[in-house]
C-alpha cells in the first residue's frame, strides 16, 4: 500500500501554487464581466500573476536546500536542478507577465485568460523539470506546450499569430509523437518507465539482445527534446513562431521553455547514458551542439528584423548549453574516442579539477539562468517598443526601429545594451561568465576543437548583437518617428533583467558557489 | 612603549601624562568597537558611486547648487568613514582575518565571498585596510573634498558640471576601490577605473581637439602600463602555482602561522592573486635554514615556467609590476602623458594628475613590499628609472612658460624622488613623500587654478607678475607651498625628501654596490634643480611689476570656496611635517629614533624588513643621533637654488631677460622637452606608422579585409542566404527537415551498435 | 497458432491499414471514418491483452463521442477537395525518402529483435484481474497518481486554450 507524506508533495507545491493562481486568473474573468468598465480594472490581473510567481519561486528556493531525494514513489525527484529551474522559471514568468502588463493594455487584449495559461505554461516547466518517468514527463511537457501553443495564437490579427500557433502546435505534436514513440520503445526493451528503473536493467544487460530498441528509442527521445530546444536541425520552428508569437510569449519560451527541456534532457540522458556506453550519446549531442552552434550564429547574421534574430540567437545559444551537455557525455581521458589528451588544457594551478561533472552542471546550470534573465530583458524591450501601426507595414521589428534610441529613450537603450552584451559574451555581464564556465568546463573535457568552435562563433555573433547597440547609439532617429508609451510594469521588469545581467556578471560568485555546493551534494 | 590601560578620556590622562602620551592613547583608544568596522568598508566606496549615480543621471535636473551638494557630501561621508578606519587601525587589538596563518594586526578588512572562479583559479572579492590603506583613505578623501569644493566654483561657469562631478566622484570611488582592495585583481579594477576617469576629465571639454588628443595619448600610454601590470600577475599566478607543487613544509615559519597545508587552503580560499597570498609566498621564500628549502635560487620544476629559478621570476614580475607603475606613475619613459594631461580642468590635475591617481603606482610598490624587496635587481631598476625620471623632468621644467606645465613636470620629478626611495628599499620614505607631495602639490596647483580664474585664464606666467597684492591668500598659501616643495626647513617637503635622500645615502643594494650613490647624485641635483624652478615660477607670477600683454589689467582674488581648500592645504603642508620627525622609538626596540611615519607604516612593511634581514640583499647603515649634517646638506642646496633662482629672475633678467650663448641653446634644448617628444615620433611613431602601412596594405586591405573579411563575410552571407532558403515557412517541409535529421541520427546509432 | 495469434494480425493489419487510409484518402468524411476503424480495431487489440476496460473505453470516448464532434466540425466548415496534396516538391521527396529511411531503420531495429523477448509470463487469474476497473483504479490512484493529476492538468490547460484560441477577436 502506497503511502504519501507532505514530504512527497514539497517538489510539486510550486507547481500548484502556479496553477491555483492561474484558475484565480481564470474566475477574475468571471467576475469582471459585471464590472462596467471592465477592460479598465483587468490592472490587478498581473499584479496576481507576479505575485502567485514570486511566491512559486520562493517555495523553489527554499526547496533547492533540501536533501535531493527521489519523491512520489520514483515519478519525480527533488534535487537542485529542478528546484533551480523552478526558480529560474518563477523569475521568468513574473517578468513575461509584467511585460505583457503593458503590452497587451496597449493592444486592448487584457485578459485573465493570458496570464493564466503563462501561469500553466510555467506549472509545466516545473513539472518537467522533476519528473523522472516518461509518461509524467510526457504529460508535463504536453502541458506547458498546450500552453504555449494557446499563447502563441492569442492575438489573432492578421495571419502570422495563427499561422504561428497552428505550425508550431503541429511541428509540436510531432515532434511530441516521436518522444513518445521513443520511451515506448525504451519501455517495451526496459519493462519499465521509470527513469531508475530503467537504468537499473540497462546496466544489468549493457549491449544485451535489446541495444537496437533502446539506441532507436534513445534517438527518438532526444529529437523530441532537440525540438523543444531548438536544436538545428529540429528548430526550424522557431524564427516563424518566437515572431508569430506575442513578444512577451516569445521571452518565456525562449527563456523557460528551453532552461526546463533542458534539465529534462540531461535527467533522461544521465540515467540512461551509462548503460549505454558514451559515445553514442556524446557523437549524437556533440553533433547537435555542432551544428546548433554554427547554423544558428549564420542564420542570425544578416537578419535586419531583430525579432528573427533574437530567434535565430536563441538557436544558437541552445548551442552552448549542447556544448555543456555534451561534455557531460565526453569520454575520458585514456578510452577510445578521447584522443585530445595532448591539447586538452592544463589546469592553472596544476590539478586536474577533481569536480568535472559538477563544473559542468554548474556551467550549465548559470548559463540557463543567465540566458533567461538575459532573453527576458532583450525581448522586452522589443515588445516595448512595438507599435500596433507597425504591424501591417511589417517593419515592426526592423533595426531601424532602435536607431537613435539612447536618445529618445536611454534606459531602455541602456537596458538593450546590456542584454546584446550579454548575448555576445562580452563581459560584465552575466552571459560572458555563462560563456566562460561552459567553455572552460568542455575544455576541461577535452572537448578542445567544440570549445574553439564555440569561441569562434559566439565571436562572429558579436557582429549581429553589436549592430543593434550601433544603432541605438551611434544612428539618428528617422524624422517624424513616434516614441512608443510606456508602462511601469515594463520598466519595472526591463529594471529587474538589466540589473540581474549586470550584477549577476560582476558578482556571479554566490550563485556559481551555490550551484557548486549543490551539485556536488546531488551527485554524491 | 607606553601604557594606555587606564585611560578614560583626554583631559583626565593629559593631568596626570604628557601631551606625547596623551595624544598616542586617545588615538589608540577609538570611542567605538573596531570589531565591525572591516563589514563596512564598502560604505565608503559606495558612497561616491552613489554620488556619481546621481550627479550623472540626475544632475542636469537637479540644478547646480544640488549637485554641488551631493557630490561635495558624498565625498565628505567618505572622509568621515575614512576617519574612522584610520582611528580603527590604531589599536593592536584591531585584526583582519586571513587564511594564510596568523591573523593580520592593525588592519581592518573583510572578505565577501567569491568574486569568480574559473576551475581552481579563484578570486574572492574582499576590502581591507591597513595603515597603508587608511593614510591613503584619508589623502583621497581629504583631498578630494577639498578639491570637490574648490571645483563649485571653478567649474561654475560650465555648463556640463553634472558631467564634471559624476567624473570627479567616480574617480574617487575607483581610487578608494584601489587602494581598499585585498587583491590584485580587485587593484586592477579600481587601477584601470581612475584611468578611465582621468581620460574623460582629461579630454572633459572634448570640442577642442587638442585636448581630446591629449585624453587618447594619456589613455593609450597607460595601456602600455596596464599590459606590464596584466603579464606580471599572469607570471605571478603561474610562480605561485608551481611553488604550490613545490613546497615543502619547512618553507614555512615554524612558529605555526604556516604549514604547505594552510598555504594551499589560504590559496583556494583567497585566490593567488590576493595580497595574503603574495604576502605568505615572499614569507615562505628567503628562508634558508635548511637547504631542503624551496629558495629564490631553486629552479620552477613543473609547469609552464619550468626550468627558471624564483628568484629570476620574481625579477621579472617585478620590471613588469614597474612597466605598469611607469605608466600610471608617470615614469620615464611612460611621462610624457602627464604634462599634457593638464588640458582637463585644474581641480582635475590637482587631484588626479599630482595628489592620487599617479601614486597609484608607489602605492602599488609599497604594498608588495615583500616582494620588491627580493630583488635587489629590480631595486636598483627602479631606483635608477626614478632618478632619470626626476632629473630629466626637472631639467625640462627649467624652461617651460606654462604655469601647469611647471607643475606638471615637477610632479613626474617629484614622483621620481619616490621610485627612488621605493628602490632603496625606504617605502616610509615614499610614501610620506607621497603624502607630503599630495598636500603641497594640490595646494600648487590649486593655486594655479586660482591664479588661472583671477586671470582671465591665462597660463602663461611671463604675462602674469605682480599677483601678491591682488590675489593675497592665493599668493601666501603659493608661497607656502613653495617652500615646502623646495625643501625650506620648518615645512613638509624638506623632511620627506630627506628622508629619501637620506635613505639613498646610506642604503646598499647587494651586487649594485654603488648605484643608489649615484642616485643619491643625481637626487641632491634634482633637488637644487626643484628649487630654482619652482622659484622662478613663484617669482614671476606673484613679484615684479604686471606684464603689459596681461589679458587683463587687474587680477580679482577667488572667492571662499576656492580659497578654503588652498588655506587648508596650505596648512596641511605645515603640519605634514609631523610626520617627518624622527621622535617615536623604534619599533624594533633597537636602532635609531624613527619618524612618526615610518613608525606608524611598521606593520605594513615589517614583513618586507624581515626579508631583508633573512635574504641580506639591503643594507642599511644606522647613524647614532639625528642626522644633523644630511638635513644641513640639504637646507643648502636648496636655499642656493631657491636663492639663484631669486637672484636671477628678480634682479639680473627682469621678464623679458634672455639667455644668451651656450645657456640659450639649453634653455631652448629645455623648453623644447629635450625633443623626447620628437624622438618618439621619430623612432616609434614613425616606424610603427611605417610598418603598420605596409601592413595595412598587405595583411590588413589585401588579405584581411579582401579576403579575410570581405571573403568570410561573402561566405558567411551566402550560406545564411542558402539556409534562409531552407527556412520557407512551410511547415511540412519543416517536418521533413527534422525526419531527415533523425534519421541520420538514428543510422549513426544503429551503425554504432551493429 | 492459436485464435489469439490469428486474431492479433487481423486486428493489427487492419489497424495499419486504416491508419494509412487516414492520412490518404482525400475525402475529409472518409478520412474520419478510416479513424473510426482504425480505433475500433485498436481496441480489439486491446482486449487480445486482456485491458477490457481500456478496449471499451476506447470504442465509446474516441470512437463515440470525439468521432462525432470530428464529423460536425468538418460538415459544419464543408470542406472540399483539396489538390494541392498532388504536387510534388523537392521537400516532399525529401521528407518521403527520410521517412522511407526511418522505416527501414526501425524495421532493421525490430528483425533484431530475438523472439521471446518479453519475459513477462503471468498466470491467468493475475490476467482476468488486469485489465478490470477496480485494478485500474487501483494502479491509477495508488501508483499513478502524480502523473494521473498531471493529466488533470493537462486537460485544464487543453480547455482554457482551446477557449482562448476560439475566442473572438481580441
Known sequence: ?524 | ?754 | MSAEFVLFWVFAIATAMSALGVIVTKNPIASAMSLVATFFFLAGIYVLLWAHTVAVLQVMVYAGAIMVLFLFVIMLLSLGEDTSMTKFSPTRIIGGVATAGLLAALVLAFRKLPEASTGWAASVDQLKAFGTLSQLGDVLYKQWLFPFEAVSLLLLVAIVGAVVVAKPRI
Not at chain 1, 512520489?72 to 523552478?86: H, I, K, R
Request: glycine share 10%.
Open chain 2, 1 to 754: 612603549m607606553i601604557d594606555c590601560s587606564d585611560f578614560q578620556s583626554f583631559g583626565q590622562y593629559f593631568s596626570t601624562h604628557g601631551f606625547t602620551d596623551t595624544v598616542t592613547c586617545f588615538v589608540q583608544n577609538p570611542p567605538f568597537n573596531t570589531a565591525n568596522i572591516g563589514n563596512s568598508l564598502w560604505m565608503i566606496i559606495a558612497l561616491p558611486i552613489l554620488g556619481a549615480f546621481f550627479c550623472g543621471v540626475f544632475g542636469k535636473f537637479m540644478g547646480r547648487s544640488n549637485t554641488h551638494l551631493i557630490a561635495s557630501a558624498s565625498v565628505f561621508g567618505s572622509f568621515l568613514l575614512s576617519v574612522m578606519v584610520f582611528w580603527a587601525v590604531n589599536p593592536s587589538s584591531t585584526v583582519a582575518p586571513n587564511p594564510f596563518g596568523s591573523t593580520l594586526r592593525y588592519a581592518v578588512g573583510a572578505d565577501y565571498g567569491t568574486w569568480f572562479q574559473a576551475g581552481d583559479f579563484r578570486v574572492n572579492f574582499g576590502l581591507l585596510a591597513d595603515h597603508l590603506s587608511a593614510s591613503m583613505l584619508m589623502v583621497i578623501t581629504g583631498v578630494g573634498f577639498l578639491i570637490h569644493l574648490y571645483s563649485t566654483s571653478y567649474m561654475s561657469h560650465d555648463k556640463a558640471y553634472w558631467r564634471y562631478f559624476a567624473y570627479l566622484n567616480l574617480f574617487v570611488a575607483m581610487m578608494l576601490t584601489l587602494v581598499l582592495a585585498d587583491s590584485l585583481v580587485l587593484l586592477f579594477v579600481g587601477w584601470e577605473g581612475v584611468g578611465m576617469c582621468s581620460y574623460l576629465l582629461i579630454g572633459f571639454w572634448y570640442d577642442d581637439p587638442a585636448k581630446a588628443f591629449a585624453g587618447r595619448k594619456a589613455f593609450i600610454t597607460n595601456r602600455i602600463g596596464d599590459f606590464g601590470f596584466l603579464v606580471a600577475c599572469f607570471l605571478l599566478v603561474l610562480t605561485m602555482g608551481a611553488f604550490t607543487l613545490q613546497a615543502k613544509n619547512n618553507n614555512f615559519p615554524g612558529d605555526g602561522t604556516g604549514s604547505s597545508q594552510v598555504f594551499k587552503a589560504g590559496l583556494s580560499a583567497k585566490g593567488p592573486l590576493s595580497f595574503a597570498a603574495i604576502d605568505a609566498f615572499t614569507r615562505a621564500l628567503p628562508s634558508k635554514a635548511d637547504s631542503n628549502q624551496v629558495t629564490l635560487s631553486t629552479v620552477i620544476d613543473n609547469g609552464p615556467l619550468k626550468g627558471f629559478a624564483y628568484g629570476a621570476m620574481v625579477t621579472v614580475i617585478l620590471l613588469c609590476f614597474l612597466l605598469g607603475a611607469a605608466g600610471k606613475s608617470a615614469q620615464f619613459p611612460l611621462y610624457v602623458w602627464l604634462p599634457d594631461a593638464m588640458a582637463g580642468p585644474t581641480p582635475v590635475s590637482a587631484l588626479i594628475h599630482a595628489a592620487t591617481m599617479v601614486t597609484a603606482g608607489i602605492y602599488l610598490f609599497c604594498r608588495l613590499s615583500y616582494l620588491v624587496v627580493l630583488s635587489p635587481t629590480a631595486m636598483a631598476v627602479i631606483a635608477v628609472t626614478g632618478g632619470i625620471t626626476a632629473l630629466l623632468a626637472a631639467l625640462i621644467a627649467f624652461a617651460q612658460d606654462d604655469i601647469k606645465k611647471i607643475l606638471a613636470y615637477s610632479t613626474v620629478s617629484q614622483l621620481g624622488f619616490m621610485f627612488m626611495a621605493i628602490g632603496a628599499g625606504a617605502f616610509w620614505a615614499a610614501f610620506l613623500h607621497v603624502v607630503t607631495h599630495a598636500f603641497f602639490k594640490a595646494c600648487l596647483f590649486l593655486g594655479a587654478g586660482s591664479v588661472m580664474h583671477g586671470n582671465a585664464e591665462e597660463t602663461n606666467i611671463k604675462k602674469l607678475g605682480g599677483l601678491s597684492k591682488e590675489m593675497p591668500v592665493t599668493w601666501a598659501t603659493f608661497l607656502i607651498s613653495t617652500l615646502a616643495i623646495t625643501g625650506m626647513v620648518p615645512l613638509s617637503g624638506f623632511f620627506s625628501k630627506d628622508a629619501i635622500l637620506h635613505a639613498l645615502h646610506t642604503t646598499t643594494l647587494e651586487g649594485y654596490e654603488h648605484i643608489l650613490h649615484w642616485v643619491w647624485y643625481v637626487g641632491l641635483a634634482t633637488a637644487a634643480c626643484t628649487a630654482f624652478y619652482m622659484m622662478r615660477l613663484y617669482v614671476l607670477t606673484f613679484h615684479g611689476t604686471r606684464a603689459p600683454d596681461a589679458k587683463v589689467p587687474h587680477a580679482h582674488e577667488s572667492d571662499w570656496q576656492m580659497t578654503l581648500p588652498l588655506v587648508v592645504l596650505a596648512m596641511l603642508a605645515i603640519a605634514a611635517v609631523a610626520h617627518g620627525i624622527p621622535v617615536m622609538e623604534n619599533a624594533n626596540r633597537e636602532g635609531p629614533l624613527q619618524t612618526v611615519m615610518e613608525n606608524y607604516l611598521h606593520p605594513v612593511f615589517q614583513n618586507a624588513m624581515r626579508s631583508i634581514e633573512a635574504t641580506g640583499f639591503v643594507t642599511v647603515e644606522h647613524e647614532e643621533g639625528l642626522p644633523w649634517g644630511a638635513w644641513g646638506m640639504a637646507w643648502a642646496i636648496a636655499l642656493a637654488g631657491g636663492g639663484l633662482s631669486i637672484v636671477l629672475y628678480r634682479f639680473v633678467f627682469k621678464r623679458d631677460g634672455q639667455w644668451s650663448g651656450p645657456a640659450e641653446f639649453i634653455r631652448s634644448l629645455a623648453q623644447h622637452k629635450f625633443y623626447v617628444d620628437e624622438l618618439y615620433e621619430l623612432l616609434v611613431i614613425r616606424p610603427v606608422k611605417f610598418v603598420s602601412f605596409i601592413f595595412f596594405k598587405i595583411v590588413d586591405s589585401l588579405l584581411i579585409d579582401t579576403v579575410a573579411v570581405r571573403g568570410t563575410a561573402w561566405v558567411t552571407a551566402q550560406t545564411g542566404a542558402a539556409l534562409r532558403y531552407l527556412q520557407s515557412g512551410d511547415a511540412q517541409s519543416y517536418a521533413a527537415i527534422m525526419t531527415l535529421g533523425l534519421m541520420c541520427a538514428l543510422f549513426y546509432a544503429l551503425f554504432k551498435v551493429l
Open chain 1, 1 to 524: 500500500m502506497p503511502s504519501f507524506s507532505i514530504q512527497d508533495f514539497m517538489p510539486i507545491f510550486p507547481a500548484a501554487i502556479l496553477a491555483v493562481g492561474a484558475m484565480a486568473l481564470l474566475l477574475s474573468e468571471a467576475f469582471l464581466v459585471s464590472v462596467p468598465h471592465a477592460s479598465a480594472s483587468r490592472g490587478y490581473q498581473a499584479v496576481i500573476g507576479v505575485i502567485t510567481a514570486a511566491f512559486a519561486g520562493t517555495v523553489a528556493f527554499h526547496n533547492a536546500f533540501e536533501d535531493p531525494r527521489v519523491v512520489l514513489q520514483g515519478f519525480a525527484v527533488l534535487d537542485p536542478f529542478s528546484s533551480f529551474v523552478t526558480v529560474v522559471v518563477a523569475v521568468t514568468v513574473g517578468l513575461a507577465v509584467l511585460l505583457s502588463a503593458g503590452f497587451l493594455k496597449h493592444r486592448n487584449a487584457e485578459r485573465g485568460e493570458f496570464y493564466a495559461l503563462m501561469l500553466f505554461a510555467a506549472a509545466g516547466m516545473s513539472l518537467l523539470a522533476l519528473s523522472a518517468e516518461f509518461i509524467t514527463l510526457f504529460v508535463n511537457l504536453e502541458v506547458l506546450s498546450v500552453a504555449t501553443y494557446a499563447l502563441t495564437a492569442y492575438l489573432r490579427r492578421g495571419t502570422r499569430p495563427a499561422e504561428a500557433g497552428f505550425k508550431y502546435f503541429i511541428l509540436g505534436a510531432f515532434s511530441g509523437a516521436l518522444l513518445l514513440y521513443g520511451a515506448a520503445l525504451l519501455y517495451g526493451a526496459t519493462g519499465t518507465t521509470k527513469l531508475a528503473g530503467m537504468a537499473e536493467v540497462l546496466r544489468a544487460a549493457s549491449s544485451g539482445d535489446k541495444a537496437w530498441l533502446v539506441y532507436c528509442g534513445m534517438v527518438l527521445v532526444a529529437t523530441g527534446f532537440a525540438f523543444k530546444v531548438a536544436a538545428v536541425p529540429f528548430h526550424m520552428w522557431t524564427p516563424d513562431v518566437y515572431e508569430g508569437a506575442p513578444t512577451p510569449v516569445t521571452a518565456l519560451m525562449s527563456a523557460g521553455v528551453k532552461a526546463a527541456a533542458f534539465v529534462a534532457l540531461i535527467r533522461v540522458f544521465v540515467a540512461l547514458a551509462p548503460g549505454l556506453g558514451p559515445q553514442v550519446p556524446f557523437v549524437l549531442f556533440g553533433g547537435l551542439a555542432l551544428l546548433t552552434m554554427v547554423a544558428g550564429n549564420l542564420m542570425a547574421l544578416p537578419q535586419r528584423n531583430v525579432k528573427r534574430m533574437l530567434a535565430y540567437s536563441s538557436v544558437a545559444h541552445a548551442g552552448y548549453v549542447l556544448l555543456g551537455v555534451t561534455a557531460l557525455f565526453a569520454p575520458a581521458a585514456g578510452t577510445e574516442g578521447h584522443g585530445m589528451g595532448v591539447l586538452s588544457a592544463s589546469p592553472l594551478l596544476g590539478q586536474v579539477p577533481a569536480s568535472a561533472h559538477a563544473d559542468i552542471y554548474k556551467a550549465i546550470l548559470f548559463y540557463l539562468l543567465g540566458y533567461a534573465v538575459t532573453t527576458i530583458g532583450s525581448f522586452g524591450v522589443l515588445a516595448a517598443l512595438e507599435r500596433r501601426e507597425d504591424e501591417t507595414r511589417g517593419t515592426t521589428w526592423d533595426l531601424d526601429r532602435f536607431a537613435g534610441l539612447a536618445h529618445s529613450k536611454p534606459g531602455w537603450a541602456i537596458a538593450m545594451a546590456a542584454c546584446m552584451l550579454s548575448l555576445g559574451g562580452i563581459p560584465p555581464t552575466v552571459g560572458f561568465m555563462g560563456k566562460l564556465l561552459v567553455f572552460r568546463a568542455a575544455v576541461d573535457a577535452g572537448l578542445l576543437g567544440l570549445a574553439i568552435v564555440g569561441v569562434l562563433t559566439s565571436a562572429a555573433a558579436a557582429y549581429y548583437y553589436l549592430r543593434v547597440v550601433v544603432y541605438m547609439f551611434m544612428r539618428n532617429a528617422a524624422e517624424g518617428a513616434a516614441v512608443p508609451e510606456r508602462h511601469w510594469q515594463t520598466d519595472v521588469a526591463l529594471a529587474v533583467a538589466t540589473a540581474g545581467v549586470i550584477l549577476l556578471g560582476i558578482l556571479p560568485g554566490p550563485v556559481t558557489a551555490w550551484l557548486t555546493q549543490a551539485t556536488m551534494l546531488a551527485l554524491r
